[in-house]
Protein backbone atom coordinates (compact mmCIF):
# COMPACT_ATOMS: atom_id res chain seq x y z
CA UNK A 1 0.00 0.00 0.00
CA UNK A 2 1.26 3.55 -0.99
CA UNK A 3 1.59 5.30 2.55
CA UNK A 4 2.58 8.24 1.16
CA UNK A 5 -1.05 9.10 0.37
CA UNK A 6 -2.22 7.55 3.91
CA UNK A 7 -4.96 10.21 5.39
CA UNK A 8 -4.89 8.22 9.02
CA UNK A 9 -1.27 6.71 9.45
CA UNK A 10 -1.46 5.05 12.50
CA UNK A 11 -5.49 4.94 12.75
CA UNK A 12 -7.06 1.90 14.38
CA UNK A 13 -3.46 0.14 14.81
CA UNK A 14 -5.05 -2.70 17.14
CA UNK A 15 -7.35 -3.56 14.42
CA UNK A 16 -5.02 -3.60 12.21
CA UNK A 17 -3.35 -6.12 13.88
CA UNK A 18 -6.45 -8.33 13.59
CA UNK A 19 -6.41 -10.57 10.83
CA UNK A 20 -9.69 -12.36 10.02
CA UNK A 21 -9.71 -15.99 9.07
CA UNK A 22 -10.84 -14.71 5.86
CA UNK A 23 -7.16 -14.35 4.84
CA UNK A 24 -6.01 -17.32 6.35
CA UNK A 25 -5.22 -20.85 5.82
CA UNK A 26 -7.67 -22.06 4.01
CA UNK A 27 -9.79 -25.10 4.72
CA UNK A 28 -10.28 -27.51 2.29
CA UNK A 29 -13.44 -26.54 0.40
CA UNK A 30 -12.81 -23.30 -0.37
CA UNK A 31 -13.08 -22.71 -4.47
CA UNK A 32 -10.27 -21.85 -6.92
CA UNK A 33 -12.13 -20.64 -9.17
CA UNK A 34 -15.38 -18.42 -8.82
CA UNK A 35 -17.43 -16.27 -11.34
CA UNK A 36 -19.07 -12.50 -9.93
CA UNK A 37 -22.19 -11.06 -11.99
CA UNK A 38 -21.26 -7.63 -12.51
CA UNK A 39 -24.14 -5.92 -12.10
CA UNK A 40 -27.88 -7.52 -12.46
CA UNK A 41 -28.24 -11.01 -14.18
CA UNK A 42 -31.63 -10.57 -14.44
CA UNK A 43 -33.83 -9.18 -17.61
CA UNK A 44 -35.28 -7.14 -17.64
CA UNK A 45 -33.09 -5.19 -15.20
CA UNK A 46 -34.58 -3.51 -12.29
CA UNK A 47 -34.45 0.54 -12.73
CA UNK A 48 -30.91 2.05 -11.16
CA UNK A 49 -29.97 1.82 -8.82
CA UNK A 50 -31.15 -0.97 -7.85
CA UNK A 51 -29.58 -3.30 -10.74
CA UNK A 52 -26.20 -1.82 -9.77
CA UNK A 53 -24.46 -4.48 -7.24
CA UNK A 54 -21.87 -7.54 -7.47
CA UNK A 55 -23.59 -10.98 -6.75
CA UNK A 56 -21.96 -12.21 -4.86
CA UNK A 57 -20.42 -9.44 -3.46
CA UNK A 58 -17.76 -10.93 -1.61
CA UNK A 59 -16.06 -14.41 -2.31
CA UNK A 60 -13.03 -16.04 -0.95
CA UNK A 61 -10.64 -18.07 -2.58
CA UNK A 62 -7.38 -20.24 -2.74
CA UNK A 63 -3.56 -18.35 -3.33
CA UNK A 64 -3.55 -18.92 -7.00
CA UNK A 65 -7.07 -19.16 -8.00
CA UNK A 66 -9.28 -17.25 -10.23
CA UNK A 67 -12.07 -15.13 -10.35
CA UNK A 68 -14.03 -14.25 -13.46
CA UNK A 69 -16.24 -11.32 -13.80
CA UNK A 70 -19.34 -11.33 -16.16
CA UNK A 71 -20.51 -7.99 -17.06
CA UNK A 72 -24.47 -7.35 -17.21
CA UNK A 73 -26.16 -4.39 -18.65
CA UNK A 74 -24.63 -0.91 -19.84
CA UNK A 75 -22.10 1.25 -18.26
CA UNK A 76 -19.89 -0.95 -16.10
CA UNK A 77 -15.79 -0.85 -15.78
CA UNK A 78 -13.69 -2.73 -13.38
CA UNK A 79 -10.69 -1.94 -11.49
CA UNK A 80 -8.99 -3.42 -8.70
CA UNK A 81 -6.91 -2.37 -5.75
CA UNK A 82 -5.50 -4.20 -2.59
CA UNK A 83 -6.69 -3.44 0.94
CA UNK A 84 -6.21 -3.69 4.55
CA UNK A 85 -7.52 -7.05 5.85
CA UNK A 86 -9.76 -6.02 8.19
CA UNK A 87 -11.29 -3.66 5.73
CA UNK A 88 -15.32 -3.69 5.41
CA UNK A 89 -18.18 -2.06 3.28
CA UNK A 90 -18.78 0.43 6.32
CA UNK A 91 -15.02 1.65 5.91
CA UNK A 92 -15.22 2.32 1.68
CA UNK A 93 -19.16 3.68 2.19
CA UNK A 94 -18.02 6.37 4.35
CA UNK A 95 -15.89 8.12 1.83
CA UNK A 96 -18.68 8.17 -1.14
CA UNK A 97 -21.69 10.43 -1.72
CA UNK A 98 -23.75 10.37 1.52
CA UNK A 99 -26.23 9.99 3.00
CA UNK A 100 -27.30 6.79 0.82
CA UNK A 101 -27.12 5.50 -2.41
CA UNK A 102 -30.93 6.80 -3.88
CA UNK A 103 -30.51 10.16 -2.65
CA UNK A 104 -27.30 10.53 -4.09
CA UNK A 105 -27.99 8.96 -7.74
CA UNK A 106 -31.18 11.16 -7.70
CA UNK A 107 -28.46 13.84 -7.59
CA UNK A 108 -26.85 12.49 -10.50
CA UNK A 109 -23.60 13.88 -11.91
CA UNK A 110 -23.67 16.26 -9.38
CA UNK A 111 -22.13 14.27 -6.81
CA UNK A 112 -20.45 11.86 -9.05
CA UNK A 113 -18.31 14.43 -10.69
CA UNK A 114 -17.00 15.61 -7.22
CA UNK A 115 -13.65 14.47 -5.98
CA UNK A 116 -13.59 11.51 -3.20
CA UNK A 117 -10.69 10.13 -1.40
CA UNK A 118 -11.46 6.45 -0.48
CA UNK A 119 -9.63 4.92 2.89
CA UNK A 120 -9.47 1.58 3.92
CA UNK A 121 -9.82 0.40 7.66
CA UNK A 122 -6.30 1.74 8.59
CA UNK A 123 -6.48 4.72 6.50
CA UNK A 124 -4.78 4.42 3.58
CA UNK A 125 -6.40 5.85 0.37
CA UNK A 126 -7.06 3.21 -2.03
CA UNK A 127 -8.79 4.88 -4.92
CA UNK A 128 -8.72 9.23 -5.58
CA UNK A 129 -11.87 9.42 -7.84
CA UNK A 130 -10.34 13.05 -9.07
CA UNK A 131 -13.05 15.17 -10.46
CA UNK A 132 -15.42 15.56 -13.93
CA UNK A 133 -14.05 16.87 -15.96
CA UNK A 134 -11.30 15.07 -17.35
CA UNK A 135 -12.00 12.17 -15.14
CA UNK A 136 -14.86 10.64 -16.86
CA UNK A 137 -14.57 7.74 -15.20
CA UNK A 138 -12.41 6.56 -11.80
CA UNK A 139 -9.32 6.21 -12.93
CA UNK A 140 -6.64 6.04 -9.82
CA UNK A 141 -3.89 4.13 -11.05
CA UNK A 142 -2.04 4.11 -8.26
CA UNK A 143 -1.03 0.36 -6.55
CA UNK A 144 -3.69 -0.74 -9.20
CA UNK A 145 -4.18 -4.13 -10.05
CA UNK A 146 -6.93 -4.35 -13.22
CA UNK A 147 -8.14 -1.85 -14.80
CA UNK A 148 -11.28 -3.06 -17.70
CA UNK A 149 -13.21 -1.12 -19.92
CA UNK A 150 -11.28 2.26 -19.69
CA UNK A 151 -13.09 5.52 -20.61
CA UNK A 152 -15.69 3.32 -22.81
CA UNK A 153 -17.83 1.00 -20.65
CA UNK A 154 -18.47 -2.49 -21.17
CA UNK A 155 -21.61 -3.25 -23.12
CA UNK A 156 -22.89 -6.33 -21.52
CA UNK A 157 -25.13 -9.12 -21.31
CA UNK A 158 -28.64 -7.58 -21.88
CA UNK A 159 -30.38 -11.13 -22.37
CA UNK A 160 -30.62 -13.81 -20.18
CA UNK A 161 -28.52 -16.93 -21.13
CA UNK A 162 -26.87 -14.42 -23.57
CA UNK A 163 -22.82 -14.54 -23.95
CA UNK A 164 -21.38 -11.66 -21.87
CA UNK A 165 -18.40 -9.37 -22.04
CA UNK A 166 -15.75 -10.87 -18.89
CA UNK A 167 -12.40 -10.26 -17.25
CA UNK A 168 -10.48 -12.84 -15.31
CA UNK A 169 -7.79 -12.39 -13.14
CA UNK A 170 -5.78 -14.69 -11.12
CA UNK A 171 -4.85 -13.87 -7.78
CA UNK A 172 -1.13 -14.85 -6.89
CA UNK A 173 -1.04 -13.14 -3.19
CA UNK A 174 -3.11 -13.61 -0.02
CA UNK A 175 -5.10 -10.56 0.88
CA UNK A 176 -8.01 -8.80 0.96
CA UNK A 177 -9.02 -6.64 -2.57
CA UNK A 178 -11.41 -4.26 -3.47
CA UNK A 179 -13.06 -4.59 -6.72
CA UNK A 180 -14.82 -0.86 -8.18
CA UNK A 181 -17.17 -0.10 -11.08
CA UNK A 182 -15.31 2.42 -12.85
CA UNK A 183 -18.64 4.31 -13.71
CA UNK A 184 -18.84 7.46 -11.62
CA UNK A 185 -22.38 7.44 -10.59
CA UNK A 186 -22.08 3.65 -10.03
CA UNK A 187 -19.35 3.55 -7.72
CA UNK A 188 -19.69 7.12 -5.96
CA UNK A 189 -23.63 7.31 -5.76
CA UNK A 190 -24.71 3.71 -6.05
CA UNK A 191 -21.71 2.05 -4.13
CA UNK A 192 -21.48 -0.95 -6.74
CA UNK A 193 -18.17 -2.67 -5.38
CA UNK A 194 -17.27 -5.85 -3.31
CA UNK A 195 -14.31 -7.47 -2.51
CA UNK A 196 -11.95 -10.39 -3.11
CA UNK A 197 -10.43 -12.62 -0.02
CA UNK A 198 -7.44 -14.73 -0.76
CA UNK A 199 -6.56 -17.54 1.36
CA UNK A 200 -3.22 -19.94 1.51
CA UNK A 201 -4.03 -23.13 -0.40
CA UNK A 202 -4.44 -25.52 2.09
CA UNK A 203 -3.92 -25.91 5.98
CA UNK A 204 -0.84 -28.05 5.04
CA UNK A 205 0.65 -24.72 2.87
CA UNK A 206 -0.14 -22.98 5.79
CA UNK A 207 3.78 -22.56 6.38
CA UNK A 208 4.68 -21.79 2.74
CA UNK A 209 6.12 -17.70 2.24
CA UNK A 210 4.09 -15.19 0.24
Do not use: W
Not at 131 to 142: A, G, K, L
Request: contains cysteine; aromatic residues 8%.
Amino acid sequence: MNNQRSLGTGLLFAAALAVPMSVSAAPMDVPSNVTVQFGQNQFPQDAPPFNRFMDPNEVTIVKGGTVTFEFNGAGHGIAIYRVSPTTDREDIEEDLCQPDPVTCDAQGAATSDLQYFVTDRVGDVIVDTGINPPNTRVNDPIDRLVYGGGPVAFTGRTVAGAPAPLVEYKFEKVGRYLVICTSRNHFINDRMFGFVNVVRKRQRDASESE
